[in-house]
């Protein structure tokens, strides 16, 4: 992205945003609510187009990467039906459907590509549960396997931990360094919390309408910036060479 503004009626959400995002990274973007974060998501798959500045994605236009189903996107957890009356294996499998023309069925590449989908998040064996008896983490999983079952080239991800408790939300991340180091998907993701996401990024943007950062998550935490992305009253917990937490994810 180079110098994109986008203006939403009379509001200008995004000023001046200039980015730029490696394959098999995950790159976080934070911020607090209201400071563009999804605008700047939607701009990137090119839902929304810049009012000025231009946005290339594998040296195309979003436009054309998005027909070409190479972005797998998890939105924001009031977006979609908590207790959506569907089996694990039917809410994968929908978007191999969206592909297809009217009362077209799923072809052998098409149930592969959806049992291993769940193989990558660790839901194989929940294929037959109902999607709404599952807890939040084990739903984000699903829903990430969706996004994998389409083979995308990158993963969108707004707000996914949302919800989630420490435990869960561990383990989500977990799943997300699994699927840069094994898969070689390029992610990125969105986040209000910055101290719970911090430990996973390769980059990080802290973005409240403009971008105040945008380098390597431990650079980032300045208390100008985090005062420039999110106000004055910013308590920080730091992670030091004692978190079990961390050790884990090495």
């Given at each position: ?10 509001d ?5 945003i200039?980015?730029?995002v ?7 973007i ?8 999804t605008?700047?998501?939607?701009t ?21 990467v ?7 996107y998890?939105?924001q957890?009031g977006?979609?039906?908590q207790?959506?009356?569907a ?11 969206a592909q297809?023309?009217w009362?077209?069925v799923l072809?052998?590449?098409d149930?592969r590509?959806i049992e291993?989908?769940?193989?990558d998040?660790?839901?194989?064996e929940?294929s037959?549960h109902?999607?709404?008896?599952l807890?939040?983490g ?7 396997a ?5 083979e ?11 919800g989630?408790d420490t435990v ?6 977990q ?8 898969q ?6 969105v986040s209000h919390?910055?101290g ?7 980059q990080?943007?802290c973005?409240k309408?403009?971008?105040h950062f ?11 910036n985090?005062?420039k992305?999110f106000?004055?009253?910013i ?9 079990q ?5 090495k």
């Open positions: 992205m180079e110098s994109v503004n986008v203006r939403l009626g009379h200008q959400v995004l000023e001046d200039t980015l730029q490696e394959q098999r990274q995950i790159f976080l934070v911020g607090p609510n209201g400071g563009g974060k605008t700047l998501l939607k990137i798959m090119g839902v929304l187009a810049p009012n000025t500045g231009t946005v290339a994605v594998f040296d195309q236009s979003p436009q054309t998005r027909r070409r189903g190479f972005f797998g998890l939105p957890k977006q979609y039906a207790d959506f009356p089996l694990v294996r039917d809410v994968v499998a929908m978007t191999r459907f297809k023309k009362l077209e072809t052998g590449k149930k590509l291993q989908a769940l193989l998040v660790d839901m194989a929940f037959r109902p999607f709404a008896t807890s939040g084990q739903k984000q999983r699903v829903l990430i969706r996004a994998l079952a389409k995308p080239r990158i993963l969108i991800l707004d707000e996914p931990s949302t989630l869960a939300q561990d383990s989500f991340y799943l997300l360094l699994k699927l840069r180091d094994e070689n998907l390029t992610i990125i993701m919390d910055i719970a996401v911090s430990t996973i990024g390769d990080i943007a973005l309408r403009k971008i945008h380098g390597p998550p431990q650079a980032c935490m300045t208390p100008e985090l005062r992305t106000g004055r009253n308590h920080f917990l730091m992670h030091d060479q004692n978190c937490t961390c050790k884990r994810r």
